[in-house]
């Protein structure tokens, strides 16, 4: 598995979202790597770990990704939330803090969870991916970008950055889309031991604030915060923004680097 390793300081885990990889992460890169060692991580199927074979599985991935990072706190955006939110749950030793960056732990809607998104909506992209994946992905990213103030600039940073590196795995495209459509870590949250940070683009369209604002309400040690004219990546368009609230929650959390104390 592919993991970028670069900056100075306390070591911090990023996870990206679906048909994704690591690169996406760039504009927050940039704004975190004087303060924080960043391990950039390419999840199996994606981007430099294309030819990994781990599927993309909860405890698989997650037992993956902890065999080549530190002991240190996760950030997950989207699909790496899920994650993130999974590894925090059952490794608190290794994931000392989570970050959930427009993330949430079930996205699909329910007569118990009004804040996902309908199940139609997953068996449409499931059903794209068999006959145009390209297009499919495409349609994926434009419901990110939709909502934010900055969308056709967001839309472009996500077209562009999509295939840098390489295409994703087929199969693991659909194991990706699967893992959103039936994944429910509700029940994770009101025993996490470790602080969270539930962060949020108010103008996000696939993953509903209101979910995060729940999912913090039910869980110690937690903090909402929404970013204002936002969408679903609000580390592309308000990369300082989403810095500065990661870095005073780690700071909270006891995992700031010498340089932001």
Do not use: Y
Request: proline share 7%; glycine share 8%.
């Amino acid at each position: 598995m592919s993991v970028d390793i670069t900056g100075h300081g306390p070591p911090l885990i990023l996870l990206h979202g679906w048909a994704m990889h690591g690169g996406i992460f760039a504009p927050l890169v940039q704004a975190l790597r004087e303060h924080h060692t960043l391990h950039v991580v390419d999840l199996p199927g994606h981007g430099h770990s294309r030819d990994c074979g781990v599927p993309l599985q909860l405890d698989a991935c997650v037992q993956a990704v902890l065999a080549v990072v530190p002991a240190a706190p996760w950030c997950g955006w989207s699909l790496g939330g899920l994650l993130a939110l999974h590894a925090a749950a059952t490794q608190p030793a290794r994931v000392p803090a989570l970050a959930m960056l427009c993330a949430t732990p079930k996205f699909v809607l329910s007569d118990t969870w009004p804040h996902g998104m309908a199940r139609d909506v997953f068996t449409g992209f499931e059903a794209g991916l068999r006959s145009d994946w390209r297009a499919t992905i495409d349609r994926f990213i434009a419901l990110e970008a939709f909502g934010s103030d900055h969308m056709r600039e967001e839309l472009k940073l996500l077209r562009d950055a999509v295939l840098t590196r390489g295409e994703p795995s087929p199969r693991v495209l659909a194991e990706g889309l699967q893992l959103l459509e039936q994944s429910d870590l509700r029940d994770a949250l009101p025993a996490l031991a470790v602080p969270s940070l539930w962060l949020a683009g108010r103008r996000d369209r696939l993953v509903n604030p209101a979910a995060m604002q729940a999912s913090a309400a039910q869980s110690r040690l937690a903090q909402f915060v929404p970013i204002e004219h936002a969408g679903h990546a609000p580390f592309l368009t308000h990369a300082n923004t989403v810095a500065d609230a990661l870095m005073a929650f780690l700071a909270s959390a006891g995992h700031a680097s010498l340089k932001h104390a």
